[in-house]
């Protein structure tokens, strides 16, 4: 019994962590630095967690063509 609610209790400390993470509007040091070097004056400050998540998409997704012009429509 011990046992079945140590289990429930990481269970749910684990998602409840997965959960923070997944609402965050910060993008990491990385990304920010990426970011500006193909838009130098991005304002990055209030991010929305669905433009983060954009631009992350963005960033590391496979498709580098027309980057730049890709995330400034994101933060429009």
Do not use: W
Request: proline share 1%; aromatic share 2%.
């Amino acid at each position: 019994m011990k046992r079945i609610l140590a289990l429930a209790l990481v269970t749910l400390a684990t998602a409840a962590g997965a959960a923070s993470a997944m609402t965050t509007t910060e993008l990491s040091e990385s990304s920010k630095a990426e970011v500006r070097r193909f838009v130098p004056n991005a304002d990055l400050s209030s991010l929305t967690v669905a433009q983060a998540g954009a631009i992350e998409a963005i960033l590391y997704g496979g498709d580098n063509d027309a980057r730049g012009a890709k995330i400034r429509a994101v933060l429009r």
